[in-house]
């Protein structure tokens, strides 16, 4: 069994930072990547970031210059560093990953965690 949970969510007012960390445990045997998604009200789940397990990361057009995506290998955690937010960057966050669990990769979700930006 693998679990992903997420924290560093809150209220910020526009142009302020946010954190979100991300941390995999249970029978890890490899990560493939680790990213994130987000889902606004009344809207599909979104790309933001991922990075893989050799260190490239891909961004969402939207957050490109804002977002920074960071990994510890060594905890099976993943960060979002989020600069300069934006109302519409307002959701919730999801945690995303694939990983190896007995020589199978699966794909894994956090719970989630809300992103609130005021104007």
């Known amino acids: 069994q693998v679990q992903l949970v997420e924290s560093g969510g809150g209220l910020v007012q526009a142009g302020g930072s946010l954190r979100l960390s991300c941390v995999a445990s249970?029978?890890?045997?490899?990560?493939?990547?680790m990213g994130w998604y987000r889902q606004a009200p009344g809207k599909q789940r979104e790309f933001v970031a991922r990075?893989?397990?050799?260190?490239?990361?891909y961004y969402e057009d939207s957050v490109k210059g804002r977002f920074t995506i960071s990994r510890d290998n060594a905890k099976n955690t993943v960060f979002l560093q989020m600069n300069n937010l934006k109302p519409e960057d307002t959701a919730v966050y999801y945690c995303?990953?694939?990983?190896?669990?007995?020589?199978?990769?699966?794909?894994?979700w956090g719970q989630g965690t809300q992103v609130t930006v005021s104007s």
């Open positions: 990075e893989s397990s050799g260190g490239s990361t």
């Open positions: 249970g029978s890890i045997f490899s990560i493939n990547y």
């Open positions: 995303h990953a694939v990983i190896v669990v007995q020589s199978t990769p699966n794909t894994y």
